[in-house]
């Protein structure tokens, strides 16, 4: 029987992608999504948390960019992978580190366009349609000290149309993250 895999995931939001997460791996006997972290109070991950009886830990500012709090914390409950999923901190450099090629990101557009800080949600799905992109799509990369700026694992992309909105492109960008998300974060833990 090989070690139960530990999944951590950091989020922000809705959580619309920690729950296609969480889905998928429901009936795992290798892997399992063991914490889920939270910078803000009453997100809707939380709830998803609680329903699916998760433990979740609210971010504290000032420890989690000032103390190996949270280094521990994870190492404490042996995490293989932290999965970011609209995370909208930056991962501090003593995580990094701690960490090395085991923190993954999804990004809403292709980078390297369209990344770096304040691009997330509508606002880069926004810029995307600004900038008469006739295609966008999901980056899905290891995190490093930069944001959006580590390794890319994987690509996928969606077409613009002419009518398409900030919302319908949000739309297009969610059915491919939550396709992709899971099989990714499976196929770097098996
Ligand atoms: C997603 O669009 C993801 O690409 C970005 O943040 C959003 C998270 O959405 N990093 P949700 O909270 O998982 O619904």
Redesign the pocket.
């Known amino acids: 029987m090989t070690a139960l895999k530990n999944i951590a995931i950091f ?1 922000s ?6 729950q296609k997460i969480i889905d998928h791996f429901r009936r795992s006997e290798a892997i399992t999504v063991k914490i889920i972290l939270c910078n803000k109070p009453g997100a809707g ?1 939380l709830d998803i948390a609680a329903r699916e009886n998760i433990p979740s830990v609210i971010i504290e500012k000032e420890a989690f960019f000032r103390s190996e709090e949270y280094v521990q914390l994870l190492q404490r409950n042996n995490i293989d992978l932290i999965v ?3 995370f909208l901190w930056k991962v501090p450099s003593n995580l990094v580190a701690a960490f090395p090629d085991k923190i993954i ?4 557009a292709l980078l390297p366009k369209f990344g770096g800080k304040g691009m ?2 509508n606002f880069v799905h926004t810029a995307v349609i600004a900038a008469g992109e006739t295609e966008s799509g ?1 980056t899905i990369h290891f995190v490093n000290d930069h944001y959006d700026e580590g390794r890319i694992i994987l690509q996928e992309r969606c077409t613009i149309d002419a009518n398409d909105t900030p919302d319908t492109l949000a739309q297009k ?2 059915a491919l ?1 939550h396709r992709f998300y899971p099989a990714i974060v499976e196929r770097l833990l098996t």
Request: charged share 5%.
């Open positions: 989020a939001g809705a959580g619309s992608n920690a991950v970011l999923a609209g990101n999804i990004h809403p997330y949600g999901i960008i969610h993250e």
